[in-house]
């Protein structure tokens, strides 16, 4: 007889920044959530430009908010056709006065914040492109989670 616990997962965190690659990653984070009867929390997390932008005053916030919650909003109904509970959140990838703020400590401290046992995070792109800002997070995060992580 096997004594050890069967694997189990209340929330799963899906890192997003508005790429194709995120949207794929909530796909998978929900179809995790729904294997294991589990909630699904995207946390946007905002890219060094964008956050600099609105730092210097040359980026609107209300713009930054309402792009993401369209975003937002778009993937939010793959969760609501599998009946996934979803939350969401929106975070500074970046920090003009801490060093040590980047995207993977970001994921890790938000991933610790909702309670998550699971992680969904894009892999780095094979394209570059600066506005996605989680394309080089999945390594950190892979390397540094205490929770299992799917990098999609």
């Known amino acids: 007889m096997d004594d050890r616990e069967p694997f189990s997962v ?24 729904d294997r294991y009867d589990a909630s699904v929390h995207v946390l946007f997390v905002l890219g060094r430009g964008v956050v600099k932008g609105m730092d210097a005053g040359t980026v609107e916030e209300g713009e930054v908010a309402d792009n993401a919650q369209r975003f937002l909003d778009e993937v939010g109904g793959v969760a609501d056709a599998y ?53 080089k997070t999945a390594e950190y995060v892979l390397s540094y989670a205490s929770q299992p992580v799917l990098s999609v």
Request: net charge negative.
């Open 83 to 135: 009946g996934v509970p979803l939350s969401t959140s929106m975070t500074h990838g970046f920090s003009t006065s801490r060093k040590t703020r980047h995207p993977g400590s970001v994921v890790l401290d938000a991933a610790d914040t909702v309670g998550a046992d699971f992680i969904v995070i894009p892999r780095e792109s094979v394209i570059e492109r600066p506005a996605e800002v989680l394309e």
């Open 10 to 33: 209340e929330t799963v965190l899906a890192p997003v920044d508005g790429s194709e690659e995120s949207a794929s990653a909530v796909e998978f984070a929900v179809a995790v959530a």
